[in-house]
């Protein structure tokens, strides 16, 4: 499928398009080199346009009120799913990641609306009498949102951040990614075609100056930022010297753990396969770190050796590829880099390890999916890689592992692989994690809160609680009659 692109892309601001005077950068499709399109950066200025735009549009899209904003939400969502195709394919090219991939992120964004809509539809105030009245708690939106997301899932990011902020009765100033604008962008005018102008601005340009001046804009009443722990920290410190509510999904190191109970070590081989390396490994909830029990290990580690091999690594639009290329060289190097930090600390290599070469794709940079047998404390099982690369260590004593398990800065996700219930929902109590999943990794589905423990982030997303993040409450008490006071003599 050949998808057109305009030749160059800029900023939304209130409904309309611009090209900022600004020297465009040029959008690289990373398998191939092929340029695709010119994106126009903004500067300090146009973000402060399109939060004034967001705060003009505030009033009227707040006033709609529930209904109306779930209708148009819903067919924001129609118009993605018609787009689909069209939204991935460019996704695929902008970014480099597998076709196949990349498809399921826009039905799960679609879910995603959809679901936002009907929540909100299902909202209702509460309240209670109170002597001689009645009390009532109301949620009321913030206002303007500065929502900053990454660039390794541009859709599924888009939609958890817009879609609970929109049906609560907040205006958006989204900022992009310099690595992946490309689709949103496109979003963008579905968007227009629905929205009302100025509901939805999305800015375009580097985190450094882009990012920090919507953060730091006086208008904007909340904070959503997905990324590196990092620049989390650094939106945390502006959230607070401004006093602004903030969500943040950040960086991870997630344990997957196998018991040697296991009934098909097969399947559980192919799970663990997949939460280490699917989206290239460029995700932040990937199980990076195996522990496999060591009654299990030799039989376990053979025949992960053999899915590592097995996978097919090529070119992002080829259906049957399941490891692509890295976004950039920069990224590539990292992983590398990481790779042989772990050898120099004594892991052993198990298979990959190093660049996987895709004719036709000379340009890009693939590495092969790299499996190391490796203890807790080294580097390569502390730190974020983003890459295909998982560290399998073995454990025999269930309160090490635990302790294992936990030590790490970082606390997003884990996976527990058990046929024995009272074991797994032990360990799942234990572990330091937002989210435990038990015989089926990244199990996210509609309604079930994702967010991190310690260093892993801020607030849930996906969720009822989301909602609540984008709103504020209001008490409303009232009297049937103005009472006599004690503090007035007569």
Not at 264 to 270: C, G, I, P, Q
Not at 450 to 473: H, P
Request: with cysteine; aromatic share 8%.
């Amino acid at each position: 499928m050949n998808i057109e692109l305009d030749r160059s892309y800029g900023p939304l601001i209130n409904g309309i398009f611009e090209t900022p005077g600004d020297r465009p950068f040029a959008a690289i499709d990373p398998a191939t080199g092929k340029h695709l399109a010119d994106i126009h950066y903004c500067n300090e200025q146009d973000v402060n346009r399109a939060v004034l735009a967001a705060q003009d549009a505030y009033p009227a899209w707040r006033a709609q009120g529930q209904q109306a904003r779930a209708r148009l939400i819903n067919l924001l969502a129609d118009a993605i799913e018609a787009h689909s195709e069209r939204l991935a394919r460019i996704d695929s090219h902008d970014v480099g990641r597998c076709i196949s991939e990349v498809r399921k992120d826009y039905l799960t964004a679609v879910r995603y609306y959809r679901y936002f809509a009907s929540v909100i539809m299902a909202h209702e105030d509460s309240g209670r009498e109170i002597e001689g009245g009645y009390a009532i708690a109301k949620r009321e939106p913030l206002g303007v949102c500065g929502q900053i997301i990454p660039w390794n899932a541009p859709a599924i990011m888009a939609a958890f951040k817009l879609a609970p902020a929109l049906v609560a009765g907040n205006t958006v100033v989204l900022k992009l990614d310099e690595n992946a604008s490309l689709s949103t962008l496109e979003l963008g005018k579905l968007i227009n075609g629905i929205l009302p102008p100025g509901v939805v601005n999305m800015v375009t340009g580097l985190g450094a100056v882009v990012g920090a001046a919507l953060s730091q804009h006086p208008l904007v009443r909340k904070l959503s930022f997905t990324g590196s722990t990092e620049v989390g920290r650094t939106v945390a410190k502006v959230a607070a010297e401004r006093l602004v509510p903030v969500t943040l999904e950040l960086g991870g190191k997630s344990a997957n753990i196998v018991f040697p109970d296991i009934d098909d070590m097969d399947t559980v081989v192919d799970n663990a396969t997949f939460a280490a390396i699917h989206n290239n490994g460029q995700s932040c909830l990937a199980g990076t770190r195996l522990f496999v029990h060591a009654d299990i290990a030799d039989a376990f580690r053979e025949k992960l050796i053999a899915s590592f091999k097995r996978v097919k690594v090529g070119s992002p639009q080829d259906e049957s590829v399941r490891v692509s290329c890295l976004v950039n060289a920069r990224q590539g190097e990292k992983v590398l880099e990481y790779i042989d930090i772990g050898l120099k600390e004594g892991a052993e290599l198990l298979a990959g390890g190093g660049r996987a070469q895709v004719p036709g794709c000379e340009y890009g940079y693939f590495i092969q999916p790299t499996l190391l047998l490796a203890r807790n404390d080294m580097r390569i099982c502390q730190e974020e890689i983003f890459g295909p690369v998982l560290s399998m260590i073995i454990w025999d004593d269930y309160e090490t592992m635990i302790a294992q398990a936990n030590d790490t800065e970082y606390g997003l996700a884990s996976g527990i692989y058990t046929c024995n219930l009272k074991h797994a929902m032990e360990t799942a109590g234990r572990l330091e994690a937002g989210s435990v999943w038990i015989n089926r990794y990244s199990n996210i589905t509609d309604g079930t809160a994702f967010g991190g423990y310690k260093n892993s982030g801020i607030g849930r997303e996906f969720c009822r609680e989301t909602l609540n993040a984008y709103t504020q409450v209001k008490t409303i008490t009232v009297q049937s009659e103005v009472p006599a006071i004690w503090f007035s003599p007569r």
